[in-house]
Every structure is written in structure tokens, then in C-alpha cells.
């Protein structure tokens, strides 16, 4: 399973755009990369899910380079409401028999100031 | 179409004591997913089944804790004898197919073991 490694903590304030950055040097061909918030109290949500290059929903944007080695999860504009701790995952998708479990690390806790 | 459904949302016995989580899938979701949640190891997966059947138990942390998926509507997570060690939130969640297919959380059974 490749290992992501991102930003503990970050902060920031209401309607500023959020970058977050998670590196997987070893992702594997197969794998998509994918972004879960937590809110307090709350189970994880999925936000948003990629391969490559560029995918954008209501919520999020999420930016891959070529060599897939890194992704960025761009949150346009944040409120108050953005505060949460955001997962970034790899595993494949679970094709042809591999389960490919994902496993949640540490996340990074953004905090949205007024 | 309901969530992923949970209980009890919280739970508090004494050491010794058996404990049994509940867990109701999306419907059509053929996989089904046990977290465990602290604050010092995070996220972690227990178990996950795929069409009722255990797939990788890896995750529990002992033969203290067991799961069953007796039909694909229905899910427990037993713990016995439970010890304060356990006291965590206990997140289900499913997945249409398995890999990095979107899981859905549920909002969790906050566990305290006195």
C-alpha cells in the first residue's frame, strides 16, 4: 500500500483558497488517488477521487501531476465551515479480485479563521 | 436514500462487560467496512467484509474483538470481555465495490469503558 505523507495542521482565513498537499512517492499504477473530511463527531466524507490531471466537483479541485507523485486538494474560498481534518488516501480501485483496503493516516486539521 | 446507520451513537459499561455494535449498510453496497478511532492512532480499519463474507481481519486488535455479517443488511462488532483500552469511536462504513470505490461512514458509536 503506497504511503501519503501530508501538512499535519494548516490554517487559514474565511474566502482565502486552501492548498492542500499530500505526497505518495510509491503510488502504483492502478491506484486513484482520494480526499475524505472529518468534522468532529462525524464520520469521514469522501470529497473528491482522481487519477491524473484535474478533477473539480461543487466542493473541490484536485490537481495531479504527470509523474502522480504528489496531488493537491484546492478548496475554493473557505468558511468557517471548511474547519475539518482532510484525508488524502491511494489504493486501487478494487478491480479483478484486489480489495486494495484503503488505510487513513494522520490527515491534516485545517483551521478557518474568521 | 438513508445513510449508513449506527448503534447505539454512544455506549458506556463497565470493564468486563460485553459490548455489541450495530451496523446497517447502503443498500447494493457490497462491502462493509469496521474503523476504530482514537486520538493517538487515528483512524484505524478493523475488519471489512465483501458480500457478508470477512475478507481481512487484520485489523482487530485482538480475539477479545469479533464481527459478523450474518446478511447484507446487518453488521456486529463484539467486544468481550471489553477493557478501558477499548474506549474509542467505532466507525461502519460501505462501499458499491471495494478499492478506492467512495466509502460511507456512519456517524459512529462513541465507546467509553469505565
Known amino acids: 500500500l503506497a504511503k501519503t505523507t501530508q501538512p499535519i495542521s494548516m490554517d487559514s482565513y474565511e474566502g482565502q483558497e486552501v492548498n492542500i498537499t499530500c505526497s505518495h512517492n510509491?503510488?502504483?499504477?492502478?491506484?486513484?488517488i482520494t480526499w475524505y473530511q472529518q468534522f468532529p463527531s462525524q464520520g469521514p466524507r469522501f470529497i473528491i477521487q482522481?487519477?491524473?490531471t484535474k478533477v473539480t466537483n461543487e466542493v473541490a479541485s484536485l490537481f495531479i501531476p504527470a509523474d502522480r507523485k504528489s496531488s493537491t486538494l484546492s478548496l475554493p474560498r473557505v468558511s468557517l465551515s471548511d474547519t475539518a481534518v482532510y484525508y488524502c488516501?491511494?489504493?486501487?480501485?478494487?478491480?479483478?479480485?484486489?480489495?486494495?483496503?484503503?488505510?487513513f493516516g494522520q490527515g491534516t486539521t485545517l483551521q478557518v479563521k474568521p | 436514500d438513508a445513510g449508513v446507520i449506527q448503534s447505539p451513537r454512544h455506549e458506556v459499561t463497565e470493564m468486563g462487560q460485553e459490548v455489541t455494535l450495530r451496523c446497517k449498510p447502503i443498500s447494493g453496497h457490497d462491502y462493509l467496512f469496521w474503523y476504530r478511532q482514537t486520538m493517538m492512532r487515528g483512524l484505524e480499519l478493523l475488519i471489512y467484509f465483501n458480500n457478508n463474507v470477512p475478507i481481512d481481519d487484520s485489523g482487530m486488535p485482538e480475539d477479545r474483538f469479533s464481527a459478523k455479517m450474518p446478511n447484507a443488511s446487518f453488521s456486529t462488532l463484539k467486544i468481550q470481555p471489553s477493557e478501558p483500552r477499548d474506549s474509542a469511536v467505532y466507525f461502519c462504513a460501505s462501499s458499491l465495490t471495494g478499492g478506492s470505490q467512495p466509502q460511507h461512514f456512519g456517524d459512529g458509536t462513541r465507546l467509553s469503558i469505565l
Open positions: 488516501l491511494v489504493g486501487d480501485m478494487g478491480s479483478s479480485g484486489n480489495t486494495g483496503k484503503l488505510i
Open positions: 482522481g487519477y491524473k
Open positions: 510509491n503510488i502504483a499504477t492502478n491506484d486513484y
